[in-house]
């Protein structure tokens, strides 16, 4: 982590993406890895996540710099996902 001259926390890493999708009627496997980024309290959480953990990210794609036109994921939210295939804590009634 580091601080912008502001003092707000910035995490930096790159986030891995596998899944299959279906394109033209047939499945197809995609992998990935894009550049991320966290500012602030997102950047927090990004720290405290271990290296190959799951998480589902929410934010936006932008340019890395006015130079360079390869994108980097700004992370808006990050949620854990470890522990719940699909993402949801389901909670039993009763």
Do not use: D
């Amino acid at each position: 982590m580091r601080y912008t001259p502001a003092g707000v926390p910035v995490s930096e890493g790159r986030l891995q993406h596998a899944s299959t999708q279906i394109e033209g009627g047939k499945e197809r496997k995609v992998e990935l890895e894009i550049p991320l980024l966290a500012l602030g309290e997102s950047s927090r959480w990004l720290e405290a996540a271990p290296l190959g953990s799951c998480i589902k990210v929410t934010g936006f794609l932008a340019a890395k710099s006015r130079n360079s036109k390869m994108p980097v994921l700004h992370v808006n939210t990050l949620e854990y996902l470890e522990g719940n295939e699909n993402g949801s804590i389901l909670q039993e009634e009763g």
